[in-house]
């Protein structure tokens, strides 16, 4: 784990007041690198706090999200990760790494630098391959039983659509994860490009008829190319997972229904466009010990981008169970998303 960082600086955020950018450079497994942590500034901060981690081909954009958790009495933050979004360098290919470990140094960062502004307890929120990573952190660190000094307690982990599982079903897998593994092996510095803007891609941005609006340099909508080394570590990072358990209160979120071979729009604005859900759920029953899973009729593969009513019914979950968790004392009736 990394042991030094640099405080580049504070800034005002793109995503305006009250949000603000602190910024870190530090060494990276090849060249140095920064990471970026957003911080929804509030007058009047609590001791508790969520830290967002996006997914692949992301970054953090959706200031309602940390709006809601502020109403809920919580502090929140999120990452930018190393070569993702505001962290993106001339020097560093976007969204390359060496080994998924690598991104638990900008988590290592941001808890600490958290604790620093009065940060005890935290609970981790991960979308996708956010959620494979910010899981292997855990895992890593219930395994080393590493020191926790000077960094808040993590109390719980809530996942969003979390990588998991390649996207098959479970019986493909079972008959396509030695030819995938054989191909990531062999060929790591292949990769490959998309030629067209995915359905998926096509039901989110303001450009395509969807409902937001964010960068499209840092979230492109062909996606940026995928490394079979990249592939490579995600398998070795989901495989690890399997053998060690996590032992902490963990609430994952998942469409009801996998879409990612439907043909038109309409059909993949039905549910998760991107992974398979059966696939994630039975990953997830062997990863975690105190796993509860809700199942979100029509939600759209990151769930909180789903049309309102959906992304509304994600919330509810996520207050639910943080009520649950003693995460929070009540629903205030402004807690509506």
């Not at 960062?109 to 620093?116: G, Q, V």
């Not at 008829?209 to 909508?221: I, M, Q």
Request: aromatic share 10%.
């Amino acid at each position: 784990m990394i042991d030094s960082w640099q405080h580049l600086h504070s800034k005002p955020d793109i995503l305006g007041n009250p949000f603000v950018a602190h910024t870190y450079r530090f060494d990276g497994a090849v060249s140095a690198v920064v990471t970026t942590v957003i911080e929804y500034v509030t007058p009047a901060p609590s001791h508790k706090a969520i830290l967002y981690l996006h997914g692949y081909t992301d970054y953090f954009f959706q200031d309602q999200l940390a709006h809601h958790f502020e109403q809920l009495g919580l502090s929140f933050f999120a990452l930018d990760l190393q070569g993702y979004g505001r962290s993106i360098r001339p020097n560093s290919v976007p969204n390359w790494c060496e080994s998924l470990s690598q991104y638990h140094d900008d988590i290592h960062i941001a808890l600490t630098e958290m604790y620093k502004l009065g940060v005890t307890e935290v609970t981790l929120l991960a979308h996708s391959t956010g959620g494979l990573i910010a899981s292997s952190y855990i895992s890593t660190q219930q395994a080393s039983e590493q020191d926790t000094n000077n960094k808040p307690r993590i109390t719980g982990l809530m996942l969003n659509s979390p990588f998991l599982a390649l996207p098959f079903s479970p019986n493909i897998i079972k008959h396509v994860s030695w030819p995938i593994w054989l191909a990531v092996s062999l060929l790591p510095y292949h990769s490959l490009r998309a030629h067209k803007i995915s359905l998926y891609a096509q039901t989110l941005h303001q450009e395509f008829g969807g409902e937001w609006s964010y960068r499209l340099d840092w979230k492109p909508a062909h996606g940026f190319p995928l490394s079979f080394h990249w592939l490579k570590q995600v398998i070795l990072t989901q495989r690890a997972l399997q053998k060690h358990p996590i032992a902490l209160p963990t609430l994952m979120c998942h469409s009801k229904t996998t879409t990612r071979h439907a043909l038109d729009i309409e059909e993949v604005k039905l549910g998760d466009g991107v992974l398979d859900v059966d696939s994630m759920n039975l990953a997830a029953k062997n990863a975690f010990s105190q796993l509860t899973a809700v199942a979100i009729e029509g939600g759209y593969h990151d769930l909180f981008l789903s049309p309102k009513p959906i992304r509304q019914r994600y919330l509810t979950a996520i207050d639910q169970w943080l009520l649950g968790h003693n995460v929070i004392g009540s629903l205030p009736n402004t807690a509506n998303g």
